[in-house]
């Protein structure tokens, strides 16, 4: 099972926001973070818990302690409106988290 | 470029089947996993179902399990969902992806922009 905090979330352009991701069992680094917007195809932000997918500006960051993952955005932009998913891809099911939906404050 | 497109969506009345499709371009489909996730209307993704390169080990997530079958087709590129007694609780876009791995973690690295399933009498 994945949690995520927090479920929702406001913040100003310039920013820096973090969601948490947790695991209910160690699974190493696998963890990953999608974007989703609405009517569009998720996309892959980051795996491996900090691994940043090629393409994907460098201000989004992931990192892992433990059961512990988190999501960073260094400075929030208006194109980073979105929902934000974890997906632990250690075991089957391939569970995704609750999602954090982020707007602007 | 990696091009996923799904069709097959429509209105489906509870109790019945539907397949879906799912055409893969710009990449070695025959190599690769890929998986199948939805989304109901207001909630979040749900992992459903994953099979391997070759097709020859196939997971399903617990809501669907002996209902739903994944296959593939590597002479057509083609990914496919056959879903049967289908309820109202299977009313999600249903998106393939295409899977990716470091290390032990899997994940979904191109998606297709989804396709529509209402299940409604």
């Known amino acids: 099972r994945m949690t995520q905090s927090p479920s929702s979330l406001h913040a100003s352009i310039g920013d820096r926001v973090t969601f948490t991701c947790r695991a209910s069992e160690t699974i190493g680094d696998s963890v990953n973070w999608y974007q989703h917007k609405p009517g569009k195809a998720p996309t892959l932000l980051i795996y491996g818990a900090s691994n940043l997918r090629g393409g994907v500006p460098s201000r989004f960051s992931g990192s892992a302690f433990g059961t512990e993952f988190t999501l960073t955005i260094d400075s929030l932009q208006p194109e980073d409106i979105a929902t934000y998913y974890c997906?632990?891809?250690?075991?089957?099911?391939?569970?995704f988290g609750p999602g954090t939906k982020v707007g602007v404050k | 470029q990696v091009q996923l497109v799904e069709s097959g969506g429509g209105l489906v009345k509870p109790g019945g089947s539907q397949r879906l499709s799912c055409t893969a371009s710009g990449f070695d489909f025959s190599d690769s996993y890929m998986g199948w996730i939805r989304q109901a209307p207001g909630k979040g993704l749900e992992w459903i179902a994953y099979?391997?390169?070759?097709?020859?080990?196939?997971y399903y997530g617990d809501s669907v399990k002996g209902r739903f079958a994944v296959s593939m087709d590597n002479t057509k590129n083609s990914l496919y969902l056959e879903m049967n007694s289908l309820s109202a609780e299977d009313t999600a876009v249903y998106y393939c992806a295409r899977g990716g791995r470091v290390s032990q973690s899997r994940f979904f690295d191109y998606w297709g922009q989804g396709t529509l399933i209402t299940v409604s009498s």
């Open positions: 997906q632990q891809g250690y075991y089957i099911p391939f569970t």
């Open positions: 099979i391997s390169d070759g097709g020859s080990s196939i």
